[in-house]
């Protein structure tokens, strides 16, 4: 299994700029490919970098994708910045691809969204077709030219077996939702967890948070969020002032190292970078992190290399 990160940034993109470089470690909202041993193509989430992903595919003539071998896209939730890429997904605009679109595909519910829609609509659909609406894209969703269709949240609760590959799926604690992706094959185990927040008391493992840790247990690779550090997640438990940003569905990032640590994950890779943190306090942060690990480490009797912790960089591979 191959991991490729064509996003790392949370919430909006945040281009490099001279006096704000953010090339080290990626401007582009989320957006990662799993390949499986087969050849067979996953991309997860459709945040700006998805753009690359399209371009990379037509420099490498691979952009073809059959209607027994569909493009499998894992949403995990709509919000935009796990979207606003897909308008500019070039593959999507042939008329030979197919395209298979999994994730948050719950129906809209609320009676004003029934009253505007004559046939009740997946989310996922709902969403895509509204970003390529009327006076806000100039193509509309429903005319692009590939082959596009929703996957069943049945078959993702069930466990997707593709090509080799298996694919788990479970809700994680977020506003309006949002998935985790499990991928397994050939004995490895790779985990997506982007977009969740852990319980808000930093000190302590809470029985939620418990579970989590089943579910990334003993993981090879950990991509999860860590958008904030302690202080800017809740400034009056750190004791500052400040804006708390508990219940915004992210995590941070001591506290993801400690629960990693515990679930017997292996390389742990901290992803959703909040657009304000530039190359140099990642790179920093990182330092600070590694240390906060090693201590953590220390404290369980542990090995120094018993996990690893890194930022997400865009445009690198791992490979499992
Ligand atoms: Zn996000
Ligand atoms: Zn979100």
Redesign the pocket.
Known sequence: MKISLYGTR??IPAPSRRNRPTHEFGGN??CLLVEGASGRHFVVDGGSGIRLYGEDLLKANKAMFSPDKPLVALLTHV?W??IQGIPFFTPIYFPKNSIVFYGNCNYVSSLNEALQNSEPKKITQFALEKQQGKFVFPVRFSDLQSNVTFGDNEDLREGLEIDGLTIRTRGVNHPEGCYSYMFLENGKKFVDL??HEHEPQLSVIGPKDAKMMKWIEGADVLLQ?AQYTPEEYDPEQAGKKGTKKVGWGHSVDEKVIRMAVDAGVKRLILT?HDPTHLDQFLLDRETVLREYLGLQLKEKGLPENAMSVEYAREDTSIEL
């Open positions: 949370g919430s909202t989320t919000h910045d796990h982007t977009d969020d959703h």
